[in-house]
Structure formats: structure tokens, C-alpha cells
């Protein structure tokens, strides 16, 4: 994928053996990854089985972490509920096409490595309306303003971190199509949750 491509220089300049798997039968391998550092998933939609789900929840609550954006990590596997419990969201909904909207950062977590330095910004792309944990560690959200579905404006998480056992997870509801990653903030928070979730 496009977008994840943009990554993977970023993470062998860090030092990263990069692997990339083109089937989930990668998340039943046990000792491949015990001896992962990061699973960078971008997996949209499609189907997981117990085993695979199972695979990857162990290798995180190990230590391995996890972390993703977009639909990569938060609209996959959408029957499989211990995979939600892992991420911490499921996509539900974004308003059709592509929208200018601002991103905000939780000032309560202004001193999180992922967002510290960083201020407000706007991005031109799908706005997700998420169904989230409340477990999650929110460091940045969006709002839906009020229309004709909501009487009011709602906030929602876009941006946000947990822990799983001995594991990090990390995920962003941004980045839709590779120039959402030209904007340095969207850039920067994601490049610093991947290391963020690194065992």
C-alpha cells in the first residue's frame, strides 16, 4: 500500500529488519514474532480467524507492538471483538468524501512523546467517526459538528495509544491517501507512535 510504503524508510533508518506479509497466517507464527519488535498492520476489512486473532493478541500482551492508521487497523476484522479490544476502536462511519478539518491535540497530554512540540493542525481528508475504548489514552481528537443527524457537536478520538500486557499499541484515524502525510504534523505523530509501540 501507498501509504505504508512511506514508512518504510523512516523505519530502516531506525534500525528496522523490515519484513512485509502479504497474508495474516504471519500472526500464528509464534516464534517470528517473538522476535518482532513492531507489527505495523495495514490490513482494511477482510476476515481474521481465531487463531491468527489469537496469535497476534499473545505476541502483544508479550511485548511486540502494534500499531497502525486509517482503515489499516481500525476498519479490519470488524467480526472478530477481541481484535477491537486490542485496538481500542472500530470505525463506524465518515461523512462522504473528503472534508478540511481541524485536528486537536488533548492539552492534558501535551507532554506525550507523540504529540509533544506539536500544535492544532488541519488535514483535507475522511473524517472517522470511531466507536473507541475508554480504556484508550486519547492524545488527539476530531469534531463532528452538528447537522442533521446530531442536535449537537460531538468530539471523537482520532489519535490515541493503550497498552496490552507488556505491549503498546498505537492508532491514528488519519491518513486516508499519501499526501495526508505531507501535512508535518500528521507526519511527525505517526512516525513517532511507530517507534512509540516498538518494544
Known amino acids: 500500500m501507498k501509504t505504508t510504503d512511506l514508512f518504510l524508510p523512516f523505519l530502516r533508518d531506525h534500525g528496522y529488519d523490515v519484513q512485509i ?3 495474516l497466517d504471519v500472526y500464528t507464527d509464534a516464534e517470528l514474532l517473538a522476535s518482532t519488535d513492531l507489527v505495523l498492520q495495514c490490513w482494511t476489512m477482510g476476515e481474521i480467524t481465531k487463531e491468527q486473532s489469537a496469535g497476534l493478541a499473545a505476541a502483544v500482551r508479550a511485548g511486540t ?3 497502525g492508521w486509517h482503515g489499516g487497523i481500525v476498519d479490519a476484522f470488524r467480526g472478530d471483538v477481541n481484535y477491537t479490544l486490542l485496538t481500542g476502536g472500530q470505525f463506524l462511519m465518515h461523512p462522504h468524501g473528503f472534508s478540511d478539518h481541524e485536528v486537536t491535540l488533548v492539552g492534558e497530554r501535551a507532554d506525550h512523546p507523540i504529540i509533544a512540540g506539536l ?3 488541519r488535514v483535507h481528508t475522511e473524517k472517522y467517526w470511531m466507536a ?3 480504556y484508550n489514552d486519547v492524545l488527539a481528537t476530531v469534531v463532528f459538528e452538528a447537522d442533521e443527524e446530531r442536535e449537537r457537536p460531538v468530539t ?3 489519535v490515541w495509544t493503550r497498552t496490552a500486557g507488556a505491549g503498546r499499541v498505537f492508532v491514528s484515524a488519519i491518513g486516508h491517501k499519501p499526501d495526508d502525510f505531507d501535512v508535518p504534523e500528521v507526519r511527525a505523530l505517526t512516525e513517532r507512535g511507530l517507534l512509540w509501540a516498538s518494544r
Do not use: C, E, I
Open 132 to 134: 473507541t475504548d475508554a
Open 21 to 23: 506479509s502479504d497474508t
Open 65 to 67: 507492538g502494534l500499531a
Open 156 to 158: 471523537v478520538p482520532a
Open 119 to 121: 500544535d492544532n493542525f
